[in-house]
């Protein structure tokens, strides 16, 4: 078994001495005490921390590896709630790493049909090449409008949330363009035309909300992303300095 000294520990937690034998002390973290001195070992503070040696740092590449479903899932769907409309968090090529959260009733209808979700990552992935920053809607393949903003760790975009389901200032669509809608979407005209008024009706003013709190959104995962890069930093060095240490 492979020991941290509280030198090591205030290093990688970044905690004064004092605090770390307070918990020692406590019990609050793992810890043996030799003669006058705590010892930490290793694979308990990284158990305490609530990882593993091998889930260290990851490539911040890819936004799957990052963050975890379960996480993802519970912040997007806060996210779709506070805002009012659907949501989804994508990676940048508008892979879906999350369910869509608070579907409109058009969406809900149709996205289960063959092809649909494959011409829904198409889409998404369009709003991945839109070069500016500053959210703005579009008209979706669906017809409705989404808007999207970045996930980024650095200057490293990583992925996207995507709000919509929001009807356009004409809608509902004249027979014609539900006609050309369902056939982007490779579905009937009559799941198009049935489902058509089950979408968001968002006024000017809230819109001008929407598209305040979606580059929030975006921090908001993104501090997430920092946070589990940094915890996995930590990780890595304890896993290191065990390494270092059991070496002869």
Known sequence: MTFLTTKDLQELIRVDKSTIYRMAEDGRIPAVKVGRQWRFPSDAVVAWLGGSPSESLRSAGRLADVISGDVATAVIELIAEAMGIMAV????????????????GLFAALSAEPGVQDRCIHSWARYGSVPELVPQFRVSDFGFLCARTFVRSGSELLGMVIAGGVARD????????????ASILGVRFEQVAGHIDEVYT???ADRGRILDLLPRAGVLISSLVEERLRHGKTLAAIAGLADARSKP
């Open 89 to 104: 968090l994508t990676d940048m090529d508008g892979m879906p790493l999350t369910e869509v959260a608070n579907p409109c």
């Open 170 to 181: 004409d809608w509902p669509p004249a027979e014609s363009e539900i006609r050309s809608i």
């Open 202 to 204: 968002v006024g000017a």
